[in-house]
């Protein structure tokens, strides 16, 4: 079942790059994408200097907050924890806030660190309140109360600064609208850290079998955390620097891989990665094609589609 599971993964997401490719506010042929690709043509607007490099950070954006997700669901062993309920999203984005505010032609090379610091901030404030115990549940619930309040102070830092509301208010909607080559740099780390995830796989499988029994069959519980976590954080805060925060792909992409893949992290996580780019992908370009030329936001498509599989995640729960 996974064998086959997996190529049909991949050949959606090979028919949604492609996809990604032809639609826009205009519709192009293969044939006349093929041939742009092969010129190459720097002066090309269409394809080499927007869709494709827009297309590759959609795909890298969605498998950093896939994989996130499935790590901390696993680390929490809960299914509705993400990296969006947990601080590490609303940290990474307060902070580039202060950054875009503070300097407005801040360079694109200093983003991702400071949203990394920003993610790690989120996290930090979460692990100190949860010292000396962990309970999935109270760790859950603290990391909303961490998540509100950091997206308070982003919130008054806007209405505070309403000249420069405009492009920090779209970044932090979640948009990809005006990336291109240069901001794929910070992504390049993402498929080789999801790769080095796979290392703590069997733990993280025995971490959802009960912290005794995990102990009992030898999982270092408290490292196998900190690992899995501070991967969550990167990952997290590296998409969140080019792409803004994406709601509900870190909480939706491993739900659909694990009724897919069942448990076993060393194929959930890739799945997620997959089910996240496909995610991503297919929302920027129903947002680019919908209206053109006005676009819709990645962060709100995600959104309209994930809040109702939150409500109803929430219900088979109860």
């Given at each position: 079942?996974?064998?086959?599971?997996?190529?049909?993964?991949?050949?959606?997401?090979?028919?949604?790059?492609?996809?990604?490719?032809?639609?826009?506010?205009?519709?192009?042929?293969?044939?006349?994408?093929?041939?742009?690709?092969?010129?190459?043509?720097?002066?090309?607007?269409?394809?080499?200097?927007?869709?494709?490099?827009?297309t590759?950070?959609?795909?890298?954006?969605?498998?950093?907050?896939?994989?996130?997700?499935?790590?901390?669901?696993?680390?929490?062993?809960?299914p509705?924890?993400?990296?969006?309920?947990?601080?590490?999203?609303?940290?990474?984005?307060?902070?580039?806030?202060?950054?875009?505010?503070?300097?407005?032609?801040?360079?694109?090379?200093?983003?991702?660190?400071?949203?990394?610091?920003?993610?790690?901030?989120?996290?930090?404030?979460?692990?100190?309140?949860?010292?000396?115990?962990?309970?999935?549940?109270?760790?859950?619930?603290?990391?909303?109360?961490?998540?509100?309040?950091?997206?308070?102070?982003?919130?008054?830092?806007l209405?505070?600064?309403?000249?420069?509301?405009?492009?920090?208010?779209?970044?932090?909607?979640?948009?990809?609208?005006?990336?291109?080559?240069?901001?794929?740099f910070?992504?390049?780390?993402?498929?080789?850290?999801?790769?080095?995830?796979?290392?703590?796989?069997?733990?993280?499988?025995?971490?959802?079998?009960?912290?005794?029994?995990?102990?009992?069959?030898?999982?270092?519980?408290?490292?196998?955390?900190?690992?899995?976590?501070?991967?969550?954080?990167?990952?997290?805060?590296?998409?969140?620097?080019?792409?803004?925060?994406?709601?509900?792909?870190?909480?939706?992409?491993?739900?659909?891989?694990?009724?897919?893949f069942?448990?076993?992290?060393?194929?959930?996580?890739?799945?997620?990665?997959?089910?996240?780019?496909?995610?991503?992908?297919?929302?920027?370009?129903?947002?680019?094609?919908?209206?053109?030329?006005?676009?819709?936001?990645v962060?709100?498509?995600?959104?309209?589609?994930?809040?109702?599989?939150?409500?109803?995640?929430?219900?088979?729960?109860?």
């Amino acid at each position: 079942m996974s064998r086959y599971a997996s190529t049909i993964l991949i050949l959606l997401l090979i028919v949604m790059f492609l996809a990604s490719l032809m639609f826009g506010a205009t519709t192009l042929s293969l044939g006349r994408i093929l041939e742009l690709l092969i010129e190459q043509d720097h002066q090309d607007f269409e394809i080499w200097n927007h869709r494709l490099p827009r297309t590759i950070i959609a795909m890298l954006v969605g498998a950093g907050m896939g994989a996130a997700g499935a790590l901390i669901q696993g680390v929490v062993r809960n299914p509705l924890a993400s990296p969006d309920i947990l601080g590490v999203t609303q940290g990474a984005g307060l902070v580039l806030t202060i950054a875009m505010l503070l300097f407005p032609q801040l360079p694109v090379g200093y983003i991702a660190p400071l949203a990394c610091l920003g993610g790690a901030a989120g996290a930090g404030m979460l692990l100190l309140y949860n010292v000396g115990g962990f309970s999935p549940l109270r760790f859950a619930l603290s990391g909303v109360a961490v998540s509100v309040t950091l997206s308070s102070v982003t919130e008054y830092l806007l209405l505070a600064n309403p000249t420069e509301i405009n492009t920090t208010l779209l970044s932090l909607t979640g948009s990809i609208w005006g990336r291109g080559w240069m901001h794929i740099f910070p992504l390049l780390p993402i498929p080789a850290l999801i790769a080095l995830t796979l290392l703590i796989s069997k733990h993280l499988d025995l971490i959802g079998l009960g912290d005794d029994t995990a102990t009992a069959l030898g999982a270092r519980l408290k490292l196998t955390r900190w690992v899995a976590i501070a991967f969550a954080v990167v990952l997290t805060s590296l998409a969140v620097s080019v792409a803004g925060p994406i709601s509900f792909v870190g909480l939706v992409a491993p739900h659909i891989a694990r009724r897919v893949f069942a448990g076993a992290h060393h194929t959930l996580i890739p799945a997620a990665a997959v089910v996240g780019a496909l995610m991503v992908v297919f929302a920027d370009t129903l947002g680019r094609t919908i209206a053109p030329p006005m676009e819709i936001p990645v962060g709100v498509l995600t959104a309209v589609v994930g809040a109702p599989y939150f409500l109803w995640l929430l219900f088979r729960i109860r």
